[in-house]
């Protein structure tokens, strides 16, 4: 385990901390006046491997080489001129630091980037995270890279689990939940919709599926991965060519046959690695897929007919409906979608990059 001091003073700021894989909604923006909640489980830490944060460069300022040495393909609005290394905590989790009041901005519900760190040292005010927990983005505390140090600490760090025993944990991840607004005049205003979670895998996913496509339509299994893909592939896809099809495959599932061309597979929560399957020699497209919402498509826990033990006699069925669905279609992030797209070097394709390039339409017609 580690834990983060200041680079200053050397003071403490966080408790002690075990690493996992960033978040792939780690810089989603979500709706308008959202409340989202904290990003990172208690206790955890990630670090974005790419520069991230004030200041930015728009894309007419950088050169071209520059932008293909960080793994950028095909442009966007800005990209970040700060230092790679992010890392990003709990707010809970931090401990002596002070807000920097003038570094407080924000729009209308709290604290977002702004131009630098909004949180300093308590013991000497060097400048060391910022607090973010503005509408419409996840809560969390951001670690400066060039102003704090990880310290290993006693104490046992979390084990490197198998996929095995996260199969036994079983921890999916619904893909619809509960929403709320920030400041209702009307006090409490709540609605079911799909998870936000959800939408940002789904917008790295379907980035890799088109990428894996070769212009050729591809198809994905019926029932709730076709909800979430199906519509959007066959939108952006030309028809009439032979397609291509995509398998669910991972830990605890039959092995993926021969005719499968592209795999969705599981990433391991704490590593980030994705499944592989034991033949390494297969020939298909692996996309990930964020552990929790492969968990929930590939074993999908339906609603519970039956009370947990306790709540009412044995035998008595429940009554209670199941949890209402979403008023509109599923819609992949469009952020992660171009996030990871512009990464992915199939995005030089002609027919991808003007995919990309009409992305504000697609959103307005409703596929993201």
């Known amino acids: 385990m580690f834990v983060f001091v200041c680079a200053g003073c050397g003071a403490r700021l966080t408790i002690p901390l075990s690493r996992v894989a960033l978040p792939v909604h780690a810089h989603q923006r979500y709706g308008n006046g959202i409340q989202l909640p904290v990003l990172m489980e208690s206790g955890t830490f990630a670090v974005e491997p790419e520069p991230w944060g004030a200041p930015w460069r728009r894309w007419e300022e950088i050169d071209p080489d520059e932008a293909t040495a960080r793994g950028i393909h095909a442009p966007l609005y800005a990209l970040s001129d700060g230092a790679p290394g992010t890392i ?10 002070v807000l920097v009041p003038e570094e407080g901005s924000g729009y209308c ?5 702004g131009d630098g760190p909004n949180l300093a040292c308590e013991a000497c005010g060097l ?44 921890k999916g991840t619904p893909p619809m939940e509960p929403i709320t607004r920030w400041g209702s005049l009307d006090g409490l205003d709540h609605w079911w919709s799909w998870s936000p979670q959800w939408e940002a895998a789904a917008g790295q996913a379907l980035a890799h599926l088109l990428a894996a496509s070769d212009g050729r ?26 397609a291509r099809r995509a398998v669910l495959a991972g830990p605890g599932l039959p092995v993926p046959d021969t005719g499968a061309d592209i795999i969705l597979v599981p990433t391991h929560p704490q590593s980030g690695e994705p499944w592989s399957p034991a033949d390494a020699d297969t020939a298909a497209y692996a996309v990930p897929l964020p552990f929790g919402v492969w968990m929930w498509m590939a074993f999908p826990e339906p609603h519970p007919h039956l009370p947990t033990p306790g709540a009412m006699p044995d035998g ?13 279609l599923f819609r992949a992030d469009p952020g992660t979608f171009q996030h990871t797209l512009v990464r992915l070097p199939a995005v030089r394709s002609p027919w991808l990059r003007e995919i990309l390039e009409n992305l504000t339409h697609h959103t307005r017609a409703g596929l993201f």
Not at 88 to 97: H, L, W
Not at 133 to 139: A, I, R, V
Not at 316 to 328: G, Q, T
């Open 127 to 170: 400048p060391v995270a910022s607090r973010i927990d503005d509408c419409s983005l996840w809560q969390a505390v951001w670690l400066a890279p060039d102003a704090v140090h990880r310290l290993p600490v006693d104490g046992t760090d979390a084990a490197m689990l198998s996929w095995a025993e996260l199969l036994e944990e079983g």
């Open 316 to 328: 008595v069925l429940r009554d209670d409906p199941p949890a209402p669905r979403p008023y509109y």
């Open 217 to 242: 339509p591809v198809t994905v299994p019926q029932g709730q991965i076709a909800e979430v893909f199906q519509r959007a592939l066959d939108a952006l896809l030309p028809a009439g060519r032979p």
């Open 88 to 97: 990003v905590v709990a707010p809970g989790d931090i401990r002596g630091t």
């Open 109 to 113: 519900c709290g604290l977002d980037w």
